[in-house]
């Protein structure tokens, strides 16, 4: 028997995608997969060192993982159309963002790298991203830089829209804004490397055609979401890019990060690899 250590988010998204992978549903042959659940953040560090056989990372910290990781075809999250959202307690003028402290949930995560190539000029204030709205509400920071469920449920707070980068960027580039994707270390070697690659998708073949079951398994992470909120936020995030990049998802990710390369946000050009 291998065994496989696959990490991903405590989120809705990756728990739908993961499902079928964390409860048996799919045969694995003679490969074991244990799931580690932590936040994006600590899951690119833990990247960073080499930790974790199979993860998921931030496309921008891939950046900083492309000489020991290759990107799987499948479990990317892009924003099509849609993204992180920049949030104040008032609506505001992209001049007025300069300068500000706006609280980010990670300076490794794409939401930071999209938000400096929206606005290069502002004071980042790391801060966990479940706690990003109540920083602006109690006014510890101006602006906040939401991920995950807080997309959907800011108005609630009665913060206000300034921003969705997902939107800014396909205006942009006519593409959508990769955010996340599933990374592979590339010591496992081919055979076993394809083998997880065809798990993968089954995994995320099956929760998309086993809705209802996936859902159920999803609603345990979906952080105060009702079902039908869920369901939305899971649709965002794990639909046909995340079977699979294709053309457009591929080109997406090499201009992201080329643009972070030109605009110095990201140190150094990257070699984007893909498993086939």
Request: net charge negative; no cysteine.
């Amino acid at each position: 028997m291998t065994t496989i250590h696959v990490a991903h988010s405590p989120d809705s998204d990756d728990a739908f995608m993961f499902y079928a992978l964390a409860a048996g549903k799919i045969d694995t042959g003679e490969i074991t997969y244990v799931h580690e659940l932590q936040d994006i953040e600590s899951l690119n560090k833990r990247a960073m060192r080499g930790e974790l056989e199979v993860s998921a990372v931030s496309i921008h910290a891939y950046a900083y993982l492309s000489d020991r990781y290759a990107l799987l075809p499948h479990g990317a999250s892009m924003g099509d159309r849609y993204g992180p959202r920049l949030v104040g307690r008032r609506p505001m003028g992209r001049k007025e963002i300069r300068g500000r402290r706006i609280a980010i949930p990670g300076t490794l995560t794409s939401a930071y790298l999209a938000l400096r190539l929206f606005e290069p000029d502002f004071a980042p204030v790391p801060t966990p991203f479940d706690e990003i709205e109540q920083a602006v509400l109690d006014g510890s920071v101006d602006l906040g830089l939401l991920i995950h469920e807080g997309q959907l449920t800011y108005a609630e707070s009665g913060l206000r829209l300034i921003q969705d980068l997902g939107d800014w960027w396909f205006g942009e580039t006519g593409l959508p804004l990769p955010l996340g994707g599933n990374v592979v270390r590339k010591d496992l070697g081919a055979d076993l490397t394809r083998k997880i690659s065809g798990h993968l998708r089954d995994s995320i073949a099956y929760a998309l055609e086993h809705r209802d079951g996936a859902l159920d398994h999803a609603m345990r992470f979906a952080r105060g979401l009702d079902r039908m909120k869920a369901d939305a936020f899971v649709s965002m995030y794990v639909n046909e890019w995340t079977l699979d990049y294709g053309e457009r998802g591929r080109q997406a990710v090499r201009l992201f990060l080329q643009r972070g390369v030109e605009s110095g946000f990201v140190s150094k050009p990257v070699q984007v690899e893909f498993v086939d």
